[in-house]
């Protein structure tokens, strides 16, 4: 799957930043989209997940109520609409899609694009 993300940055905190993923593959409509992050030492995480049909919406814990993910059919791309940035949002940002589920992104793919980064100052 060619996944091409974009929308990264610097930014304050408390500032927002709208991420875009890219997806152009025949399978887009039919596979849970996901949003994951990595931070320099730390394993990556996923933070966003989005059904095949945007009906059903994960996030982890650390974004809830900040973060918000969406997906363009039309366009084969997912979003990551992020609000009330804080320093510790500083991280790489990858999306991915599931392997096998339409409803979460449990399974992502073992190839990743070049992530975006994202940068937020104190």
């Known amino acids: 799957v060619q996944l091409v993300e974009s929308g990264g940055g610097l930014v304050q905190a408390g500032g927002s930043l709208r991420l875009s993923c890219a997806a152009p593959g025949p399978t887009f409509s039919s596979y849970a989209m996901g949003w994951f992050r990595q931070a320099p030492g730390k394993e990556r995480e996923r933070v966003a997940s989005i059904s095949w049909d945007g009906a059903y919406t994960h996030y982890a814990d650390s974004v809830k109520g900040r973060f918000t993910i969406s997906r363009d059919d039309a366009k084969k791309t997912v979003y990551l609409q992020m609000n009330s940035l804080e320093p510790e949002d500083t991280a790489v940002y990858y999306c991915?899609?599931?392997?096998?589920?339409?409803?979460?992104?449990?399974?992502?793919?073992?190839?990743w694009g070049q992530g975006t980064q994202v940068t937020v100052s104190s």
């Open positions: 991915n899609q599931d392997r096998f589920s339409g409803v979460v992104v449990s399974h992502p793919h073992d190839s």
